[in-house]
């Protein structure tokens, strides 16, 4: 969506998102000090959940994850270069592509 100027954009901006503000503000639950897990509590839930896996990733060229896909500026040649530049460090990965001697090794 184009607005025709600064003002007009910033106002629909303001007014798009006051509600959500609103709502999200009463829809938080109240929680007070006894409700605070304790130290230890929260690193044992923290050591119980499984290994976190996935990634971010938005090109340069992109302020956004949405822009990233927008015809005008989806940059191919950008997201390539720069996802080159990543190191990968993930274990499965490696040894998909590993031969099978190495699987043994490990």
Same mark, same amino acid.
Not at 15 to 22: D, E, K
Not at 25 to 34: C, D, G, T
Not at 64 to 91: C, K, P, S, V, Y
């Given at each position: ?13 303001? +007014?798009?998102? *006051?509600?959500?503000?609103? =709502? ?5 639950? /109240?929680?007070?000090?006894? %409700? ?15 290994? +976190?896996?996935? *990634?971010?990733?938005?090109? =340069? ?5 949405? /822009?990233?896909?927008?015809? %005008? ?34």
């Amino acid at each position: 969506m184009r607005f025709r100027s600064l003002a007009a954009g910033l106002i629909f901006l303001f +007014l798009s998102a *006051s509600p959500l503000a609103i =709502s999200a503000k009463s829809a938080a639950p /109240e929680y007070s000090a006894k %409700d605070r897990w304790s130290q230890k509590r929260a690193n044992d839930w923290y050591e119980s959940q499984p290994w +976190l896996v996935g *990634s971010n990733f938005i090109p =340069s060229t992109a302020i956004n994850e949405l /822009e990233m896909w927008q015809a %005008d500026t989806f940059d191919l040649a950008t997201i390539d270069r720069e996802l080159g530049w990543a190191q990968i460090h993930n274990g499965e990965l490696k040894l998909l592509n590993a031969p099978a001697g190495a699987v043994a090794r490990q």
